[in-house]
């Protein structure tokens, strides 16, 4: 029997506790708008934060007794994890899900509004997650280095290519939009 | 923050939340207990009456046939506890080969090993490193998934609905095979499946004969060998990412390889699997030890 098993068959029944509960609506906002502009899917981002806070659920009287990262950083990692994973599976570039996903209503509407938004689809999903990581959430590089699985002067390369391609992209768009 | 945080967490902010999402994920935590529960009842009810048992299956509600013959390996599918099930797989692109390799084992056990000749290797490598009990990382347990398929199907629509626990999105085409469900949301999370390493041959098998039942699944007779030469029932579909073409052996029904039609050896896009069960982490199959012939074997 797998860790998951074990875990759902812990008696916690119907009702979370307090912790949890708090825990979750503490980040899921964050972390849901974050994973929105890294997957521009807003079923995808929903997807994938529902699974790592359930993820963590199954483990919170251990996550939640972490002492360095504490619960946030090891959500973080999950969530990346599991975008890291579903974008694995995507990887041959017939089977490009994440690239491939089309863009939802909400999408469209903000980018039409948000050029920068626009901006962000033609990044590889790597120098996305960095720069979303770095710069919307703020995260200190070693720790978003930690989250990518990467060393922190990979990830501050992979963030300053993205940020480069961003300004391009967006400079191109000012100047058709005169 | 900088300038260009600044933006896109202005931009992010004008999505609006899911309704409910902590109400959701209890919804969905439920559900996944739930059925776990009710699906290792059921397994272990069928396995108490002695009633699993193989040859044809009718997919009843959508009176659809494989029109192959089941099988089941003459019985190699059965994943023994102490064993692992060995899996190969090489994806080939345009800038060099990704060949990852697992050892699961149903306690929970294994080893990955990572490969990569591409132009961004870091990105989406699995996690490497020998496991013990219960640490293999896997992204979903899918131990208690029905090897019946038909119980299999009624699984995979619960699963995929989108308030189940593994929904798809809705944009998937094709026609709709249940409430909310397309197939061509059923194309997908069998996809994904077949990719987990944590799929037993059993399941393997029994994904095979749901797939070649989906309407709009093709079986392209004029195929008769997979892209490394090996004999193949072929199955042709087309979704959002394009038509695309797995390969089954026709004796184990386990999956040897996808492309798009008319892949060779190393197109791109082509993966090919090499699946066996062994004792061991530290050897690969040998002989009869292969569920198929294997191909393009390298340490």
Redesign the interface.
């Known amino acids: ?6 875990a ?2 812990a008696p916690t029944d ?1 009702v ?1 506790t307090p912790d949890f ?1 708090a825990f ?2 503490e980040h ?2 964050r972390l ?3 994973l ?2 890294m997957t521009r ?4 981002a ?2 994938i ?2 699974e790592a ?2 993820r963590i ?1 199954e483990r919170w009287e251990r996550v939640s007794a972490m002492p360095e990262t504490g619960p946030a950083g090891y959500l973080y990692r999950t969530a990346v994890n ?1 975008f ?2 579903r ?3 995507a ?7 994440i690239g ?3 863009p939802d209503d ?2 469209a ?2 980018e039409s ?2 050029a ?2 626009r901006a ?1 689809a033609p990044l ?3 120098q996305r997650a960095a ?2 990581l ?3 959430l ?1 995260l200190p590089s070693e720790q978003a280095a930690e989250v990518l ?2 060393k922190p002067v ?1 990830l501050r390369v992979r963030a300053t290519r993205g ?1 480069a391609a ?2 391009e992209e967006m400079e191109r768009h000012d100047e058709l939009s005169g | ?2 300038y ?2 600044e ?12 309704e409910d ?2 109400e ?3 919804r ?3 559900r ?2 739930r059925r ?1 529960r009710v699906v290792a009842l059921a397994v272990a009810a069928v396995v108490a009456l002695g009633a699993l048992g193989g040859g044809l299956f009718a997919l009843t509600r959508t009176g659809q046939r494989t029109n192959v013959t089941s099988g089941d390996g003459n019985g190699r599918l059965a994943l023994a506890s102490g064993q692992y099930l060995y899996l190969q797989e090489i ?1 080939s ?2 800038s060099g080969q ?1 060949r990852v390799e697992t050892w699961w084992a149903s ?2 056990s294994g080893r990955t090993t990572y490969a990569c000749s591409t132009s ?1 290797c ?5 996690s490497v490193g020998t496991f013990g009990p ?2 293999f990382p ?4 899918v ?2 998934l029905p090897t019946n398929p038909s119980a299999l199907l009624d699984s995979l629509e619960q699963r995929t609905a989108t308030d189940g626990a593994s ?1 798809e ?3 998937s085409p094709g026609p709709e095979v249940a409430s909310g469900v397309t197939a061509g949301s059923l194309y ?1 999370a069998i ?2 499946l077949l ?1 987990y390493p ?1 799929a037993a041959p059993e399941l393997r098998a029994a994904l095979f004969e749901v797939f070649a039942g989906l309407p709009g699944v093709t079986i392209d007779h004029d195929v008769t060998r997979d892209p490394a030469g090996r004999p193949t029932i072929a199955l042709s579909f087309t979704d ?3 038509p ?1 073409v797995y390969y089954f052996d026709p004796d184990t029904k386990q999956v040897t390889g996808f ?2 039609p008319g892949a060779t050896d190393a197109s ?2 082509l ?1 090919i699997w090499n699946e066996g069960i062994v004792t061991s982490t530290d050897e690969r199959p040998t002989g009869d030890q292969w569920l198929f012939p294997p191909a393009g074997v390298s340490a």
């Open positions: 029997m797998t860790e998951a098993v074990l759902l068959d119907a979370a509960e979750f609506r899921h906002e849901f708008r974050a929105w502009l899917n807003r079923h995808e929903e997807e934060a529902q806070f359930l659920w599991v890291r994973s974008l694995r599976r990887r041959v570039a017939i089977r490009r899900a491939s996903l089309p909400e999408l509407g903000v509004r948000e920068v938004v962000l590889p999903p790597a720069i979303v770095l710069d919307v703020d699985g990467v990979t940020r961003l300004r | 923050m900088n260009l945080g933006r896109l967490r202005h931009a992010s902010d004008l999505v609006s939340l899911p999402p902590f959701r994920l209890i969905r935590r439920d996944r207990r776990e994806v692109t345009q990704v306690d929970g961004d870091h990105w989406g490598a699995p219960g640490g896997v992204e979903s347990d131990s208690n929904p999105p809705a944009f997908r996809e994904r990719e944590n959002d990412n394009g695309r492309g798009p791109d896009g993966t």
